[in-house]
């Protein structure tokens, strides 16, 4: 039963959603009137998210800019009002790209706990067999790693990871998981991640970490910020 | 301060969005119809973005457990303050255990109740909006429930005009705003969007498709994003995109090829092809439309969507003007 299911995973390989082709260029587009977005060229490389660090530096002191988010290897700038002139503002942007040097980072290394398998990380058997990797190789591979957190986004706390080993990179699922525990340790495709809502979720879950991700109560709210180095710790294995 | 006597679920505090706090991975949330709220706000005495109810299920009632002026704006929802109808788009003052009534609407989608001063609840990150995924802003995170009891910050309780007179009304923007070159017998609401990143990586023949198709808002739309139905919109081979920055209006295509438009509730980061953004001037629009109803696509140029918010403003600044000058009675 699990084998079928594994080789149907195998074999749907190709179908599954791929990765838009790496730009060659950096690109700056528009997103409605009052957003632009400048995306990086290149594979998703740390050195890339650095620039991107430092251009949102910048960017955030120019006048009529609302708010900077990061992305991976992208930035979106919100104006508080419609560039009157488009073409200057986006060449501004590629200005930035080209001149300014890679953010020194100096994050702080946040150690994460991680109950590995077990029911809160029932993915792991099916990131084993896509890998041909034993689940221990999984999760010693998975916790050797260092993380560094590229962007906060999507929901409240959420790190977009880089630092994934190639070899346990795993597509998201076709059929997500309708009901993910907050907290869920997971792979979707070349990133790792913490989950920070329960709901549905297309990741692999691999383990679960009691950890919070963002408490209101505090300032910032959020636990990891751009720049962060995450180690994940085996707590314990559940197999 | 009023209580909730009956109410669905997904009824909500909101005010124009908690901007600031993407960088955390919140959404903006807010309204849908940022017009017709702060027509409401204004038509009280508020400022622009004092916290109101925002009402998308029906019936809506509540009890005034102190006299309070309100206005209703938004979908026409036939209100009644005991048995006397309150006009849409209208302001006027309740007694204390007055009841108000907000029926299911014959057209639009969303009511904004604005309560003089506007409600007294948290502000959290900058904004008083609830944030219904996280469970936290606007009251106690959740949709109102029957038994609510809202405050509201200090207020006028009543102009004195509007103590002896039936209240001030305005012009509603669905006819001070008529979508451009639409007939009132038109059953497909145009949505005027600008291009976005990836519009160039469809085949010409998906472009034109987009551009085409009367889309349907389908049952699975909310808050967060309206997904329309349509024939697919199909890529030679799916592709996602590394996730980055969303705003409320921008078209998606996810891989059954069938759009998302993204809104007030959305993720804040997603990694979708990105085909088109709806322009701020109708965002508004798409707020009121219903589920069920079909929108079609306008392309326009960044100068126009630019100048299409020009009509808003004037709308917007005529009613502060007639406002300032009935409140001066």
Known sequence: MASDMIGTLRRSRAAVTAERPALSEPKVSSIGTR?????????????????????????????????????????????????????ATSAALMDAWHRLPEKAVSGRVIEIPVIYGGELGSDLPAVSAYSSLPPEEIISIHSAGSYTVCAIGSSPGFGYLHGLDPRIFMPRKTVPSLRMLKGTVTIGGMQAGISVSTGPNGWNAIGWAATPMFDLAKTPPTLLAPGDQIRFRVERIEL | MIEVLSTLPLNTVQDLGRFGARHYGVSTCGVMDPVAFVVGNVLVGNPDNAAAIEVQTFPFVV??????????????????????????????????????????????????????????????????????????????????????????????????????????????????????????????????????????????????????????????????????????????????????????????VPPSGEPIIQMSDANTAGGYPKIATVIEADLWRLGQTRLGSYIRFEDVTYEHAIDAMAPVVAYLAQIRRTTELYRSL
């Open chain 1, 35 to 87: 957003a632009l977005l400048l995306e990086a060229p290149g594979a998703f490389e740390l050195h890339q998210q650095k620039r991107i660090w430092s251009i949102a530096d910048e960017v955030e002191t120019w006048a009529e800019v609302e708010e900077v988010v990061l992305g991976v290897t992208n930035l979106l700038v919100v104006f508080s009002k419609p560039p009157r002139d488009l073409e």
């Open chain 2, 63 to 252: 009890r005034f457990l102190a006299d309070t002026s309100f206005a209703v704006t938004g979908a026409d929802t036939a209100a009644t303050l005991d048995e006397h109808e309150v006009p849409p788009w209208w302001s006027s003052t309740a007694h204390r255990g007055q009841t108000l009534t907000l029926r299911p609407p014959a057209s639009g989608a969303r009511a904004y109740l604005a309560l003089s001063g506007g409600i007294d609840v948290p502000v959290i990150l900058g904004s008083r909006s609830t944030h219904l995924r996280s469970e936290f802003g606007g009251f106690e995170g959740r949709s109102l429930e029957q038994g609510d009891v809202l405050r509201t910050l200090d207020g006028e309780v009543a102009s004195p005009a509007s103590r002896k007179s039936a209240g001030l009304g305005v012009v509603p923007p669905a006819f001070a705003l008529p979508p451009r070159g639409a007939k009132a017998s038109d059953k497909v609401l145009p949505v005027r969007v600008l291009r976005a990143g990836e519009y160039d990586l469809f085949p010409v023949a998906m472009q034109e498709r987009f551009w085409a198709t009367d889309w349907k808002i389908t049952h699975h739309s909310d808050r967060g994003g309206y997904r329309l139905s349509g024939q697919p919109l199909k890529l030679a081979a799916p592709v996602e995109l590394r996730s980055y920055g969303l705003i409320a209006g921008i078209v998606q």
